[in-house]
């Protein structure tokens, strides 16, 4: 079975600092990886997947999330926050390829101060 | 525009009622999942079909079901309605299976009396 722990239901930032979202994933095999961003109204939209291959992932938005499998890691950063950033972030965890259902963690909440 | 489409985007109705969601997924994705997002849950998986075949079941009440029809969209259908029911529930949809990109839906926001 698989799972997610993302720590800290809301984080705050100044607009500029750096942005750090914690996910951490527990998977009985080798897992698929995804970060979510939610704006408010709408629907959930992909920021970045990892399968296989490179351990850093680039995303849109300037996000970025590394892969620690000694850590059961996959923080989401991102440099310079904008205030348009100012959303909720969904980790996700799939068993890999086969119909097994995407487990999201519970969320954090992103908040960006001028 | 995610090219998921969800109807109605929002609904009121009271306990013990029954109420059908509907989902058109993308063009060409022939899975289609739901989602239930609430408060005190969170982003809960219900169901998963593939070509029209359930294939995933998450944490889904024997009062709802979901069916996805040959033209591949799929409706959700949510019976003897409690106050705990109120919440956003999300359609989905990828062209294979899970572990690829998830469009979702701009979801439909039930609201129980």
């Known amino acids: 079975a698989q799972s997610v722990t993302q720590l800290g239901s809301h984080v705050s930032v100044s607009e500029g600092a750096l942005v750090l979202l914690r996910c951490n994933y527990s998977s009985s095999v080798p897992p698929y990886l995804f970060w979510y961003v939610q704006y408010p109204n709408q629907g959930l939209q992909l920021l970045l997947k990892y399968t296989t291959g490179a351990t850093l992932v680039k995303g849109i938005n300037g996000f970025e999330a590394e892969f620690k499998k000694s850590e059961t890691s996959f923080h989401l950063t991102k440099p310079s926050a904008h205030m348009s950033d100012a959303a909720e972030y969904f980790c996700?965890?799939?068993?890999?390829?086969?119909?097994?259902?995407?487990?999201f963690g519970t969320g954090t909440r992103l908040l960006v101060s001028p | 525009d995610s090219g998921v489409t969800q109807t109605p985007k929002h609904l009121i109705t009271a306990t013990g009622q029954r109420v059908t969601l509907r989902c058109s997924p993308r063009?060409?994705?022939?899975?289609v999942y739901w989602y239930q997002q609430s408060l005190d849950q969170g982003l809960q998986f219900l169901i998963q079909y593939y070509n029209g075949e359930e294939r995933a079941k998450g944490n889904i009440l024997e009062r709802f079901s979901a069916q996805q029809f040959p033209d591949l969209h799929s409706e959700l259908n949510l019976s003897s309605l409690e106050l705990g029911d109120s919440a956003l529930y999300f359609c989905?949809?990828?062209?294979?299976?899970?572990?690829?990109?998830?469009?979702f839906g701009s979801g439909t926001q039930l609201s129980v009396l």
């Open positions: 063009s060409g994705d022939l899975s």
């Open positions: 996700a965890v799939s068993g890999g390829t086969g119909f097994q259902k995407l487990v």
């Open positions: 989905a949809s990828s062209l294979r299976a899970v572990g690829e990109k998830l469009f």
